[in-house]
Each structure stands twice: as C-alpha cells, then as structure tokens.
C-alpha cells in the first residue's frame, strides 16, 4: 500500500450523547457523533478525527453499536471507520499537579473498542462522574500514563500553553519531567495559542512531535487547526508510525492560526480587559491583581532552548468564514462545486475559484495556502483580526 496525504484533526469534543444527555457542558448541543462524522467526512474533508470523549460510557455504547450495525468497522490497526472517516478513540482527562498549582488536561488515545471500555471502567473508579468530558482525575499522572501504555494508547499533553488548565500555563516554572514521564509521552499538542517556533524555545520539548488541533467545542469549528500526515491509511497503527516519522511516515504540515489572533496572546487584566505589560503584577488602569498572562509573555519566562529543530512547516490558516465577504451563502457555493473545505482550501485552482466567487474572495483563499494573511494582535480580552495581501 503507498503513502498517501491525509488531513487530521484529533481534538473533538462530544456536546451531547445518543440520549441526549450533557457530555462537555460547553459543547453545542449539536456536536453528536453522526453529526461529527458528516461535518468532518462530508462538509470539512478530514480523514482522521479524534474524539476525545470516548470514555463516557453511553458515547462508547454508540460506537459499539454503529459497528454492531454495520454502520462502521473497527480496523485491525486501530480506529473505527465511518465511510471515509477514521475515528480514533480519545479521553481528555484533567490532571492536578501541586508542582505546578493548577489542573492539566491531556489526551488519551486507545486503539480499540475493548481497550477502551476497559479504560472507562478502570476511570470510573477515578472520577466522579465518568459520563461527563475533561473530569478530575484522582490519581498520579504517571499512573495515568503507565495504565495508557498497558492498553497500548498514546499520551498528549493537551494545548500546553494556555493560560488555564495546561502544563506550561500558570505562573510557577514547573518543568514536563517534573509533572509526567517523559518517556511515556508521544507528542505535544500546541493549542490555539502558539505556533511550532513559539514551542521550540522550551528545549525540553525538542525530542516531540507537535500536532494542531481544533479542540473543537461545535461543528463549524473542526478543522480550524488540523495536520497533514503521510500514512498508508488513516488508522491508529499508522498515524503512531507518523509521530514517530517510521518508514517515511510523518506530519507533514501543521495548519493553524496566527497565534497572534488569540484573545489569550498578549498579557490582560482580567478585571477590566485592559493589555498590560509583560511583568506587571498589578493592572495600572483598575488596579486589580487579575493578571493573565498571555502566551507570548509566558514563553518568555520559560525560554530554554538556544537552537531549534528541524520541524515539518506550520502554516498560518483561518477558517474560510474569516475571509471578509465570504458568507454562508457564499460557502455553500463553494462546497457545491469542491465539495469539502480541504478541496477549496487546499486544491482548487484560481481559475477554478473564480468560476464561483469574485477576484477578492478568490486571491484571499490562495493566499491561505501559504500563510500569507496581516494579522491585528488580540489583546485586552479580545480576538485579533486578519486581512489577506491580494498581490
């Protein structure tokens, strides 16, 4: 079987169960199981999802049945298949480290259905509610860690540099190797909040593969950070080999937005939403101590690293409804004749574009493939804005 390009995003929230009950409370409630596999399959274009709330016992039951039914199959090297979709089975779990004062989410990945049923039952003895997403886990994080590997998963520390619920994000300089076992950690996730160069001045983090993902919390948000990997097909076994760039396996680009058009980039008070600087302990507008201190300003505490490494290209995207004057109307033009954003994104030509949207639209779209958008810092509590180089 040749290596082939495929798109991934392995960070997809559960907004409610087949019975209609709350899985992640602030997901849409639209966020279903059959309604993620059409967004990803059929509207965005992504092969390999991940949906990091498997371990919720009715959500797991769902699957169970689609395989029962036909509906999907489980493959022999991990992951379920829906049609062009390959579903990897995912947990975020919430860990508390008293070495760096806060909670910590990571995920979860176990290859198969029996293993992960198995992993729900072992959490339910460590959680207080096991139906719900990103519980508390009452444990040590290397017990997490070893139980993944015995069911053979894999281990992600989850958007590492946000400023709440992340390994890197609060105020105490904690180091990975002090919190998790780094030999049992098979990638970092970036998060929304940073970028590959942004990550790389922690030399600690060198020896990782980096992955993007939307952490999605409704439909129209898949995808709006995502990976090209190279792989023989979209698959648990396969998409491991690319972490560890096995037999010309790899990622080979990372998609994602500008860090920079984050709400959480520059340093603000919380109180008033007012920028403040990089080392100020106290808001001189309101005179608050609600300091968050944004991502740029934290990476700049922790810098390490005085060399960086080779690593696939990131490239800077939006999601197409960023563009100025594309609106759903017009998108849905424009999946009528490419059929999935990655299409339009990714493939179609300028002489293809212009057949269904004017010149401005049309130069905006190319212009994403190659990172090429102006971008307005976020900051004071609120998202940056983007326009497009038309040349």
């Known amino acids: 079987m040749p290596l082939n390009e495929f798109f991934a995003d392995l960070h997809i929230h559960i907004g409610r169960d087949q019975e209609n009950n709350p899985v992640k409370i602030s997901a849409s ?11 990803a399959g059929k509207r965005k274009g992504i092969d390999l999802i991940g949906i990091i ?16 039914q036909a509906d999907a199959v489980q493959l022999q090297t991990g992951g379920i298949r829906f049609g062009r979709v390959t579903l990897l089975l995912g947990s ?11 909670p910590i989410h990571v995920l979860c990945f176990i290859p198969t259905l029996e293993n992960m049923r198995y992993f729900s039952n072992w959490l339910k003895m460590k959680m207080t509610n096991i139906s719900l997403s990103s519980q508390r886990f009452y444990g040590t994080a290397k017990e997490l860690q070893q139980k993944v590997k015995e069911l053979d998963g894999l281990f992600i520390p989850a958007h590492v540099f946000t400023p709440f619920k992340s390994l890197y994000g609060k105020g105490v300089n904690c180091s990975l190797e002090e919190v998790l076992d780094p030999t049992m950690i098979d990638a970092i996730e970036l998060g929304l909040s940073a970028d590959t160069d942004m990550a790389d001045q922690i030399a600690e983090l060198h020896s990782y593969t980096y992955v993007t993902n939307s952490d999605s919390h409704s439909l129209g948000k898949i995808a709006r950070e995502y990976q090209k ?6 698959s648990f076994v396969e998409f491991t080999a690319a972490l560890y760039e096995k037999d010309g396996r790899k990622i080979a680009a990372n998609y994602g937005m500008n860090p920079k058009l984050g709400k959480y980039y520059s340093t603000v008070c919380r109180a008033c939403s007012n920028q403040v600087g990089a080392k100020d302990m106290i808001c001189s507008h309101c005179n608050s101590k609600a300091i968050v201190r944004g991502v740029f300003d934290r990476i700049q505490q922790l810098k390490t690293a005085t060399t960086k490494r080779t690593r696939p290209p990131y490239i800077y995207q939006v999601p197409l409804d960023y563009i100025p004057g594309l609106g759903p109307k017009t998108l849905e033009k424009l999946l009528d004749a490419f059929q999935t954003e990655m299409n339009i994104i990714h493939f179609a030509t300028e002489k293809q574009l212009l057949q269904v949207v004017n010149e401005k639209i049309a130069k905006a779209i190319l212009a994403m493939r ?3 958008q102006h971008i307005q810092a976020g900051g004071g509590g609120t998202y940056g804005r983007v326009t497009f180089d038309h040349k």
């Open 92 to 102: 975020e779990i919430e860990l508390y480290d008293t070495t760096c004062q806060g």
């Open 229 to 234: 990997v190279t792989l023989r097909e979209p």
């Open 370 to 372: 190659t990172g090429k």
């Open 53 to 68: 709330d498997c371990h919720s016992p009715n959500v797991l039951t769902e699957i169970e049945q689609c395989v029962i």
């Open 29 to 39: 409630h639209t966020l279903t199981l059959k309604n993620i596999i059409h967004e």
